[in-house]
């Protein structure tokens, strides 16, 4: 399986190649060099592929095409229009200005994540793991009292038997293997990934808002980029639609370019949708009457990066209280379940 280039590295690139082209460095020799200075193996792979197509006369879209894991399809369309119409250079400068601040946005989305995350598998090791181990002394005890063992008791018993079996362990060994094989084999595929990923989370409530957002921000910026490099609407829309990675306006996006062909506005065909807020389509409608949907768009990009930020911290901190109670949930069941036993026993003595 190949594997595909990290999303710093092909900044840098497209940012080496807007800095040496303008200095008047040969296009294939920037591309060589650009490529012998990235620390990443496989776009440093796919520069050298890249560098002997060009001086075979092939332009540098069609080589990047060659390379689907490396390069997407927005990134290889934006170079084509840039050769096309002598913007090569600009159009550069947009996509590394673009690569950097998308960057910038999924490790905000990740500082935000990684606490609760860390958190959360924590302390399903801990219910997993622990209870065996500390209770281990009592369970011979337990055992010895069959006729007066509460039903609680009976589950937990059961639970740590399971827990304590290597049966057990091997079938979740054997599990875990193909949940990681499976994930490799997704996370390969980016449509693939986004549909898991949002299929795993509700599209309602503080997850949904959160994928929304993301979304609304990756299409606001790339619409963006695609509209000022001098690409239609029409053509726009399923570019965007596919960087934005969520497939519930992937599905939707062909309502608007119909909208488009029978001739009406793009905030008309947006509001088809039903994917996009009110505010949005309202800001929309106003840069339409003055012509200036490109800069707005960048406008919007912004906003809702930052409405990302404050969206990924405000769901983080919601994990946080959740956990706790399901620690306190798991700890309150264990300890019952080991004492009341325990309890009954004084009883009868007393």
Not at 38 to 57: E, K, M
Not at 68 to 74: I, K, L, P, T
Not at 314 to 343: D, H, N, R, W, Y
Request: charged fraction near 20%; glycine fraction near 6%.
């Amino acid at each position: 399986m190949s594997k595909s280039a990290g999303r710093e590295a092909v900044a840098v690139f497209f940012r080496s190649l807007a800095t040496m082209l303008p200095a008047g460095v040969p296009l294939a020799r920037a591309v060589e060099l650009a490529g012998a200075g990235s620390p990443d193996p496989v776009l440093a792979a796919a520069c050298r592929r890249l560098h002997d197509r060009l001086h075979q006369g092939q332009r540098l879209s069609a080589s990047m095409a060659e390379h689907a894991r490396v390069f997407s399809a927005f990134q290889i369309g934006l170079i084509k229009v840039g050769e096309s119409s002598g913007r090569l250079v600009e159009v550069l400068e947009a996509l590394a200005e673009y690569e950097e601040k998308a960057r910038k946005l999924v490790l905000k989305f990740r500082s935000a994540m990684t606490y609760p995350l860390f958190v959360s598998l924590t302390a399903l090791l801990l219910m997993v793991v622990s209870p065996p181990i500390v209770f281990r002394m009592l369970m011979p005890f337990l055992e010895s009292q069959p006729d007066k063992i509460p039903f609680i008791t009976r589950l937990y018993l059961g639970f740590c038997h399971l827990i304590c079996s290597p049966i057990c362990w091997l079938i979740a060994a054997g599990l875990a293997t193909a949940a990681f094989r499976l994930f490799r084999t997704v996370w390969a595929q980016p449509r693939k990934r986004y549909q898991l990923w949002h299929g795993l989370l509700n599209r309602t409530g503080p997850s949904g808002r959160l994928l929304r957002t993301y979304g609304l921000a990756r299409f606001a910026r790339s619409f963006a980029i695609l509209a000022e490099v001098g690409i239609s609407p029409l053509h726009s829309l399923p570019l965007a639609a596919e960087v934005s990675g969520d497939p519930v306006l992937l599905a939707d996006i062909p309502l608007a370019c119909k909208a488009l062909v029978d001739g009406r506005s793009l905030y008309d065909g947006l509001r088809l949708t039903g994917y996009f807020p009110k505010a949005f389509l309202t800001y929309l409608g106003a840069s339409e009457e003055c012509a200036t949907v490109s800069k707005d768009f960048a406008r919007l990009a912004d906003v809702y990066d930052s409405e990302l930020e404050h969206a990924a911290a405000a769901f983080a901190s919601l994990l946080e209280p959740v956990i706790m109670m399901a620690l306190g949930f798991s700890a309150g069941f264990m300890i019952f379940a080991v004492t009341l036993p325990m309890l009954n026993l004084m009883q009868e003595f007393m």
